[in-house]
């Protein structure tokens, strides 16, 4: 398309400055099972705020925020505050805060205070919620292990049982491009009630300063999906999965009723494990996409060549487990053998998007280090290896923390438990911050 006079080119499509509206030539392509929702015109993100406002008299809206101690100490979670303070929609906004002492928390009460709207921290390492992580424990209800999941699983839980929220939000704390515009997005497709979707995934282009990023989606997954679509055959659960732009985004929302009976695990499997449960518990037409970043940058995990404990080595050993898990769910047999086939198939698939990506990034006077990439496709290609290894070494392992309607069914007023403990601590310190304030 030849560029008019009168119009300038931008990432997207074209700018007309002589009437500011903008013309998006973007992809409106439907690829996949899943309902895809495009950024094609750019609204400005003041309509979308007046929609959702008035959608959100009907069906309250809600964010959950689960985030680290240290974050708050970023560049990126003051960055998100501000934006929400200009957000007239939420309802609620409920904040995970995990590896903080009590002087921590006291501070994070001081730092989420300039929201206007209501919200509470969870103060997750605090006796009142160590309490209640004890009683479920001994029931064998608990989370395993620390981590992000643990995390979102009592922030949907407090969701729950404060009953404030219809249609909640969930993103990341570390994002250091966000704007509100990206949380609008967001929420829309399961705020508006002309929409029947119970859950939307969050989808965006991992381009930031002048480079491709987005390593584990790019070279792990979408590779990996092709090479068990070629070793195992083409199933529903594999093309729903493969039409998903960028499955391990944190940015997702859903209606109150999925969290019931969803069960998400406690380790980096949580995304994949989100989204396979939506599977198996909705129709694919109660499920969508939407495009919510333009630009999306946030912190990056070192690849951990030589640790497979932490950084994208644990992250991708625990996301191929949860892909491997959900298949065995679905009476697909592996073996060691099968493992070393889908190893090596997904070896070859993934050495030819290192080629296709670093075409793109020419193309776009980007850049694309073939060295570092190949080295974090032979991590990958082990870590298949390892995670089949778990897979088989580990066959009692319980992958998935329970539901809350199980956990409700075995502690019944479980709700009223976890709503006295966030409110004690919450009126706890508010009340000494005060008094120290006065002095």
């Known amino acids: 398309m030849a560029l008019k006079v009168g ?3 931008s990432r997207r499509g074209y700018k007309n400055f002589n009437n500011s509206k903008e013309y998006f030539m973007g992809d409106f392509h439907q690829n996949g099972i899943i309902t895809t929702l495009h950024n094609l015109s750019g609204r400005p993100v003041e309509v979308l705020d007046e929609e959702l406002l008035a959608f959100s008299k009907a069906r309250p809206l809600g964010l959950i925020l689960p985030s680290l101690f240290s974050e708050l100490e970023g560049e990126a979670l003051p960055l998100i505050v501000d934006e929400l303070k ?5 309802s609620q906004v409920v904040i995970g805060l995990d590896r903080a002492n009590e002087n921590e928390y006291r501070h994070a009460l001081e730092f989420f205070a300039p ?3 209501h919200h509470r921290v969870l103060w997750n390492d605090g006796p009142r919620l160590q309490a209640i992580d004890q009683k479920l424990k001994a029931l064998d209800l608990a989370p395993k292990e620390l981590g ?3 995390n979102v699983w009592y922030c949907m839980g407090y969701v729950l049982a404060s009953n404030q929220s219809e249609s909640i939000a969930l993103h990341d704390c570390d994002i250091t491009t966000y704007t509100r515009e990206l949380l609008a997005r967001l929420i829309y497709p399961v705020a508006n009630p002309r929409f029947n979707y119970e859950f939307c995934k969050g989808y965006y ?3 930031a300063n002048g480079k491709i990023n987005g390593r584990v989606s790019r070279l792990l997954i979408s590779p990996l999906l092709k090479a068990l679509k070629a070793s195992i055959g083409h199933t529903e659960y594999l093309n729903y999965m493969d039409s998903f732009r960028y499955p391990l985004a944190g940015e997702f929302s859903f209606r109150r009723d999925v969290l019931n009976d969803i069960r998400i695990p406690s380790d980096w499997g949580l995304e994949i494990g989100v989204l396979s449960e939506m599977h198996r518990n909705y129709a694919t037409n109660r499920l ?3 495009d919510i970043a333009e630009n999306y940058d946030h912190k990056h995990q070192q690849l951990s060549l030589d640790d497979d404990s932490g950084g994208l080595s644990k992250m991708s050993i625990d996301i191929v487990k949860a892909i491997f898990r959900k298949l065995a769910t679905q009476g697909v ?3 060691h053998e099968a493992f070393r086939s889908i190893k090596a198939t997904y070896y070859r698939m993934a ?8 075409n793109d990034a020419i193309m776009n006077g980007l850049t694309l280090d073939i060295h570092e990439e190949e080295k974090a496709v032979e991590m990958f290609a082990q870590n298949i290896i390892k995670a089949g290894d778990v897979f088989f070494n580990k066959p009692l392992e319980r992958p998935f923390i329970p539901s809350w309607n199980r956990v409700v069914s075995a502690i019944p007023d479980i709700f009223d438990q976890l709503v006295e403990a966030v409110e004690a601590d919450h009126n706890e310190f508010t009340r000494s911050t005060n008094k120290a304030t006065k002095t």
């Open 205 to 207: 282009a991992r381009v």
């Open 288 to 290: 969508c996409q939407v």
């Open 351 to 358: 050495l030819d998007v290192i080629e296709n990506c670093h």
């Open 148 to 150: 992000k999941g643990r």
């Open 86 to 90: 200009q957000v007239p929609y939420l």
């Open 333 to 335: 047999t592996f073996s």
């Open 7 to 9: 119009h300038t080119k």
């Open 115 to 117: 929201l206007p709207q």
